[in-house]
Nanobody, 115 residues
Framework: QVQLVESGGGLVQPGGSLRLSCTASGIIFSIHAMDWYRQAPGKERELVARITSGGSTNYAGSGKGRFTISRDNAKNTVYLQMNSLKPEDTAVYYC?????????WGQGTQVTVSS
């Protein structure tokens, strides 16, 4: 059974940092691409960052230059380092593992940026 478990969310002040983690089980982690998405209240889920099985990265939207995605295949874990956080980064953050037509989602972790 495939499981993706996110952690590391919480309340942080504007300008602060958080590192999210997503640990996978039940899949051959190293061959899957990994994405971070987020969904703010009343908005559609949007892609934040992607890392391929080979380690290539792509960033979308306002996270460019502030967020860094990385992976540790030995730990079956993908990370999202988020710096210079803004109130508009407030959302539930989800990780997704995918390979061809198969994709798996975690349950999400709440990130709230507020003073």
């Amino acid at each position: 059974q495939v499981q993706l478990v996110e952690s590391g969310g919480g309340l942080v002040q504007p300008g602060g940092s958080l590192r999210l983690s997503c640990t996978a089980s039940g899949i051959i982690f190293s061959i899957h691409a990994m994405d971070w998405y987020r969904q703010a209240p009343g908005k559609e889920r949007e892609l934040v960052a992607r890392i391929t099985s080979g380690g290539s990265t792509n960033y979308a939207g306002s996270g460019k230059g502030r967020f860094t995605i990385s992976r540790d295949n030995a730990k079956n874990t993908v990370y999202l380092q988020m710096n210079s956080l803004k109130p508009e980064d407030t959302a539930v953050y989800y990780c997704k593992a995918w390979l061809a037509l198969a994709n798996y989602w975690g349950q999400g972790t709440q990130v709230t940026v507020s003073s």
